[in-house]
């Protein structure tokens, strides 16, 4: 069965501009959680989709969003990027919604921004 | 203070050594996470527990609901060992991921 996947893996943006990344779950999850990791932060949770709706969302501005659709990949895109944007973004699948479930991790985009 | 503290932040070992890895939560918890992360990102989920112990292969991870802690243990440690352990616990309120900061190990043949 394939893993997670996300893409781009890399990626180098300037400030003010804006960026989808995109996650393809495990076949048959449902469940998508995205994640921010910083030096200084450390992993930090940013929201999780279940059967296309956001159920729960951490401490981001309003510039961080995403969706889910029917085949349950996902997609989180951030607007207006500021240079303290730049970190490894991390999807995780798992088969139901909430975090008591164990959380498959894809590989991560590496976002830089200039 | 951070909800979910893990020490020690570094550890270097000897090929062979046994290893510890301590975690201390403050927050309710449905379950606690021990993952695993190489250099280059990629994080690997290596136990979820809400009670009790775990074992797989050498790793075995143990819980203490009452104390609030738990720890990973590494037998016969070897070169490949080498990553970042990250605990993270399943908050009952809000049921979210809070993860800790991470223990750097590094294990020399």
């Known amino acids: 069965k394939a893993g997670v996947t996300q893409t781009p893996r890399y990626l180098i943006k300037t400030r003010g501009q804006q960026v989808t990344l995109s996650c393809s779950p495990i076949?048959?999850?449902?469940?998508v959680s995205w994640y921010q990791q910083t030096p200084g932060q450390g992993l930090q949770f940013l929201f999780e989709y279940f059967s296309e709706t956001q159920r729960n969302k951490g401490n981001f501005p309003g510039r961080f969003s995403g969706r889910q659709f029917s085949n349950s990949r996902s997609e989180m895109n951030v607007s207006t990027l500021e240079l303290g944007d730049s970190a490894l973004y991390l999807c995780?699948?798992?088969?139901?919604?909430?975090?008591?479930?164990?959380?498959?991790f894809g590989p991560g985009t590496r976002l830089t921004v200039t | 203070k951070n909800e979910v503290e893990q020490s020690p932040q570094n550890l270097t070992a000897q090929e062979g050594e046994f290893i510890t890895i301590n975690c201390s939560y403050s927050?309710?918890?449905?379950?606690l996470h021990w993952l695993q992360q190489h250099p280059g990102g990629g994080i690997v989920s290596l136990f979820m527990l809400s009670s009790g112990k775990k074992k797989h292969g050498r790793l075995i991870a143990t819980i203490n609901i009452q104390e609030k802690h738990s720890s990973l243990h590494i037998t016969a440690s070897h070169p490949r060992d080498s990553a970042v352990y990250i605990c993270?616990?399943?908050?009952?309120?809000?049921?979210?991921?809070?993860f800790g900061t991470g223990t750097r190990l590094q294990v020399f043949p």
């Open positions: 076949s048959g999850h449902r469940s």
């Open positions: 995780a699948s798992s088969l139901f919604g909430g975090v008591t479930y164990e959380q498959y």
């Open positions: 993270a616990v399943s908050t009952l309120n809000t049921d979210k991921l809070i």
């Open positions: 927050v309710g918890i449905s379950a």
